[in-house]
């Protein structure tokens, strides 16, 4: 199915989606990888929420591999393109992995320097460079869930063509597998903050973008944390 790349076309993410749809975001996320086979209810109202018929869920997308190939110099940019697609998959992979690494200790450093900082008395200009730096933690989780979002878009030499089904030996492909474990680590980072009695507003990140491009892109986040009144 096509649940996932048609959430993505969306800039959705997985709680913001299965919330339009009104069912559980965990039924959702066996759904896109193929974990559970949806019942006809379950579709319906996936298909409402995303605004498109039932029978373009069931859409299958084409795989690079048989994509049809052209002659001559045509065929030649196709090569090209699925190689730079292939190398923005790999970099969107490697950093996520990366990142999902060290972020919950990154931020809980941030999270118990602030706190340590209240209890001394520190004042808030000494107390708002942890709050700022726990902010571009988010702002990197959010950033590194984009990117391979982007991928799946086929925007920046993407891979538009992956198959987010298991394949026929029940494996899932790891690159739909990272989307999402960077999706549910961004909401593990938010309830951190939220744990540590700090308010998060995400707001879009200005990008200098050209009238029009805002379509063709996920949106940028920006995190302000800020102290609970």
């Avoid at 697609?85 to 969107?92: I, K, L, N, Y």
């Avoid at 029940?170 to 009695?197: F, H, R």
Wanted: with cysteine; aromatic share 6%; charged share 30%.
């Amino acid at each position: 199915m096509r649940l996932r790349v048609l959430r993505a076309e969306r800039g959705l993410s997985l709680t913001e989606a299965a919330e339009r749809a009104g069912i559980q975001r965990q039924t959702l996320a066996l759904l896109e990888r193929g974990e559970r086979r949806p019942h006809d209810p379950t579709l319906a109202k996936i298909a409402k929420g995303y605004g498109v018929p039932v029978e373009e869920l069931l859409e299958e997308p084409v795989p690079l591999a048989e994509t049809p190939r052209e002659a001559g110099p045509a065929n030649v940019r196709q090569l090209f393109a699925e190689d730079q697609a292939r190398a923005a998959w790999q970099r969107a992979f490697d950093k996520s992995r990366r990142f999902r690494a060290q972020a919950k200790m990154r931020l809980g450093e941030q999270l118990s320097l602030w706190e340590a900082a209240k209890h001394v008395g520190a004042s808030y200009e000494e107390r708002r460079k942890f709050l700022d730096a726990t902010g571009r933690i988010l702002d990197e989780a959010s950033s590194v869930s984009r990117e391979l979002m982007q991928n799946l878009l086929g925007l920046g030499g993407g891979l538009a063509g992956m198959r987010a089904e298991p394949g026929s030996g029940g494996t899932p492909n790891p690159y739909w597998t990272e989307c999402q474990k960077a999706d549910t680590l961004y909401y593990e980072l938010l309830g951190m903050v939220g744990k540590a009695g700090l308010s998060v507003h995400p707001r879009p990140k200005k990008t200098g973008q050209a009238p029009g491009q805002s379509d063709q892109a996920l949106e940028q986040l920006r995190h302000e944390v800020g102290e609970a009144a």
